[in-house]
C-alpha cells in the first residue's frame, strides 16, 4: 500500500536550534517525495523535491531507500519557519498528478 | 503569471443537497487535482483531470465528481451532501505529470449543516 507517514503533529524548537521533521513512506515502485509547507493564512505550496536536490530556505532532505525515509531538516531554526509541513509522495512513472500526503507536522519556532 | 484560483470561497449548505465547486488552474497547466482537507483524516486525493479525461480517481463514493473543460478549468461537484463532507476542498494544478510541481488554491471551505 500506498503511505506516508509524519509520526509528529507537533514539533516545538527554540529559534536556532537544529530542526527535523520526519518522513517515512510505503511505496512499491520509484517514488519522487516532496515537502510541502502551509503558512499561517496563506495556500499549501511546495517547499522542496528530492529529484531537484534543493536547499530551500535552508531546508534539506535526503532520500533514504533503505529507511524509506525523506526527513526534512534545517540547522538554525527561524521564528519564520512556524507552519505545518506535509511531506508528499507521487509515482515517477505515473501518469497522472496524485499525491499522498502525510497528516503533517506543525513546527513552532519559540523566540 | 495568475495562480490557481477557486470560487466560491466559502460554502454552507444541508444535509442532503449538492454543490459545485470551481477551479482554475495556472495559465498553461493541463492536470487538476482535487483534494479534501479534514482534521480527521488530512489531505485525500480525490481525482485528476487531463486533457478533460479523469486520469486517477481516490476512494471516494461516487457522490463525488467532476470534470475539466477544454480551456482546463475544472469543477467538482458532491451530491445528496453528508455532515462528513464538511471540509476545505482544495484544488492543484500542474503541467502535466505527476512529477511536475502542483500548485494549489486556496482551497474551498464546506460546511454541511
Known amino acids: 500500500a500506498q503511505r506516508v507517514t509524519q509520526p509528529e503533529k507537533l514539533l516545538s524548537v527554540f529559534k536556532g536550534a537544529p530542526v527535523e521533521l520526519k518522513c517515512n513512506y510505503s511505496y512499491s515502485g520509484s517514488p519522487e517525495l516532496f515537502w510541502y509547507v502551509q503558512y499561517s493564512r496563506q495556500r499549501l505550496q511546495l517547499l522542496l523535491r528530492?529529484?531537484s536536490r534543493e536547499s530551500i530556505k535552508g531546508f534539506t532532505a535526503d532520500l533514504n531507500k533503505g529507511e524509506t525515509s525523506f526527513h526534512l531538516k534545517k540547522p538554525f531554526a527561524q521564528e519564520e519557519d512556524s507552519a505545518m509541513y506535509y511531506c508528499?509522495?507521487?509515482?515517477?512513472?505515473?501518469?497522472?498528478?496524485?499525491?499522498?500526503f502525510g497528516q503533517g507536522t506543525e513546527l513552532s519556532v519559540k523566540p | 503569471k495568475a495562480g490557481v484560483t477557486q470560487t466560491p470561497r466559502y460554502l454552507i449548505k444541508t444535509r442532503g443537497q449538492q454543490v459545485t465547486l470551481s477551479c482554475s488552474p495556472i495559465?498553461?497547466?493541463?492536470?487538476v487535482s482535487w483534494y479534501q482537507q479534514t482534521p480527521g483524516q488530512g489531505l485525500q486525493f480525490l481525482f485528476e483531470y487531463f486533457s478533460e479525461t479523469q486520469r486517477n480517481k481516490g476512494n471516494f463514493p461516487g457522490r463525488f465528481s467532476g470534470r475539466q473543460f477544454s480551456n482546463s478549468r475544472s469543477e467538482m461537484n458532491v451530491s445528496t451532501l453528508e455532515l462528513g463532507d464538511s471540509a476545505l476542498y482544495l484544488c492543484?494544478?500542474?503541467?502535466?505529470?505527476?512529477?511536475?510541481?502542483?500548485?494549489f488554491g486556496p482551497g474551498t471551505r464546506l460546511t454541511v449543516l
Open positions: 508528499a509522495l507521487s509515482g515517477i512513472y505515473n501518469q497522472g498528478g496524485k499525491l499522498i
Open positions: 492543484a494544478s500542474s503541467q502535466r505529470t505527476s512529477t511536475d510541481t502542483q500548485y
Open positions: 528530492h529529484i
Open positions: 495559465s498553461g497547466h493541463r492536470s
